[in-house]
């Protein structure tokens, strides 16, 4: 049984293209994921610079999802908000660094240069990022 | 529908020389010394089955220089010269991308990306395509409208933005 009260995120094809997304899907019923924060990290991401922040493509929410029951199961029917943003190859930082068991000192070093850099772009925006974690970064080639 | 059809169409590029046989078995065997000492195969045959009837053979060398976007249109040409029967070109019109037949979902967001090398294909891949929905648009002011079934979820990765799950997951494993 998926838990919807956190943010899900599922890999997405957009069915008059066939282009690849990713799909985050916030639970509107759970008290936690008020709609000013989803509009709030709607706005910000339409804002953010490509080259630091996954791109925001599209956004939408659903009011009944019972047509939709059926998608693969994958995604449960509640009324939920949707976030369609551009999808990267690479997995997550945590992962990354798994497969390498460590990573060079100048590795490293890039690594973690790239990471204060999106994060100075947010502070120069006023935006305070409370939970940064390896797993929250992810790797493009 | 005869098989070999396609090779009488003349093509100058060096993925000609696959003509005299049907899926590259002779080919093969010339280059298969040449396959053997480089790491990555340079050479790759790529198969769009549209059905078990109707496929469509490329054949080409220096695949880290070829794009994705290239072995879409070249496929698709070669599928359009296979076959004269305009109820099937018109089903061709509307294939919007291709996948691989074995569903490997890697290569599938590979060959999405039209400027993508093509350096990842095997020797061998078998592809299938990739029909389009149309998109609705909005009446008034002919916008498009977007919504979750314009979407076909292929895989769910798992919760992000809030880390109790993970963490929670992750502490019961460790124990």
């Known amino acids: 049984m998926i838990n919807l009260s956190f943010p899900y995120i599922s890999i997405a094809r957009k069915k008059d293209t066939?282009?690849?997304?990713?799909?985050?899907?916030?639970?509107?019923?759970?008290?936690?994921?008020?709609?000013?924060?989803?509009?709030?990290?709607?706005?910000?991401?339409?804002?953010?610079?490509?080259?630091?922040?996954?791109?925001?493509?599209?956004?939408?929410?659903t009011v009944n999802d019972n047509a939709f029951a059926n998608l693969k199961g994958l995604i449960l029917k509640t009324e939920s908000y949707y976030l369609i943003m551009k999808f990267y190859l690479g997995g997550d930082f945590h992962h990354y660094i798994l497969q390498r068991k460590s990573l060079s000192?100048?590795?490293?070093?890039?690594?973690?240069?790239?990471?204060?850099?999106?994060?100075?772009?947010?502070?120069?925006?006023?935006?305070?990022?409370r939970d940064l974690k390896v797993k929250r970064s992810i790797e493009v080639h | 529908m005869?098989?070999?059809?396609?090779?009488?169409?003349?093509?100058?590029d060096s993925d000609s020389r696959g003509q005299a046989d049907k899926f590259g078995i002779e080919n093969k065997k010339t280059t298969a010394n040449a396959d053997f000492f480089s790491l990555k195969f340079l050479r790759a045959t790529v198969i769009l089955e549209y059905d078990p009837s109707l496929?469509?053979?490329?054949?080409?060398?220096?695949?880290?220089?070829?794009?994705?976007?290239?072995?879409?249109?070249?496929?698709?040409?070669?599928?359009?010269?296979?076959?004269?029967?305009?109820?099937?070109?018109s089903?061709?019109?509307?294939?919007?991308?291709?996948?691989?037949?074995n569903q490997n979902l890697f290569h599938d967001v590979l060959?999405?990306?039209?400027?993508?090398?093509?350096?990842?294909?095997?020797?061998?891949t078998i592809l299938v395509p990739y029909f389009g929905a149309k998109t609705r648009y909005c009446e008034e002011s002919l916008t498009p409208l977007i919504g979750l079934e314009d979407f076909e979820i292929v895989k769910s990765l798992?919760?992000?933005?809030?880390?109790?799950?993970?963490?929670?997951?992750?502490?019961?494993?460790?124990?």
Not at chain 1, 49 to 55: L, R, T, V
Request: hydrophobic share 35%; with cysteine.
């Open chain 1, 105 to 129: 000192e100048k590795r490293a070093k890039e690594c973690f240069a790239q990471i204060l850099t999106a994060l100075e772009v947010l502070h120069k925006n006023r935006i305070i990022f």
């Open chain 1, 18 to 61: 066939g282009k690849f997304y990713a799909v985050k899907q916030i639970n509107k019923n759970e008290s936690i994921n008020q709609p000013t924060y989803v509009i709030n990290e709607r706005d910000m991401l339409l804002e953010a610079p490509e080259d630091f922040f996954s791109k925001l493509k599209y956004s939408f929410q």
């Open chain 2, 91 to 101: 089903k061709i019109d509307s294939i919007v991308a291709l996948k691989t037949k």
């Open chain 2, 55 to 89: 496929r469509a053979v490329l054949q080409f060398n220096d695949i880290a220089n070829r794009t994705a976007g290239w072995l879409c249109s070249k496929l698709l040409k070669r599928l359009r010269a296979l076959t004269s029967n305009p109820e099937i070109h």
């Open chain 2, 158 to 175: 798992g919760y992000g933005g809030f880390s109790k799950v993970f963490l929670g997951n992750l502490s019961q494993y460790s124990r």
């Open chain 2, 111 to 124: 060959l999405s990306m039209d400027d993508c090398s093509l350096s990842f294909l095997e020797r061998e």
């Open chain 2, 2 to 12: 005869h098989m070999g059809e396609h090779h009488s169409v003349p093509s100058g």
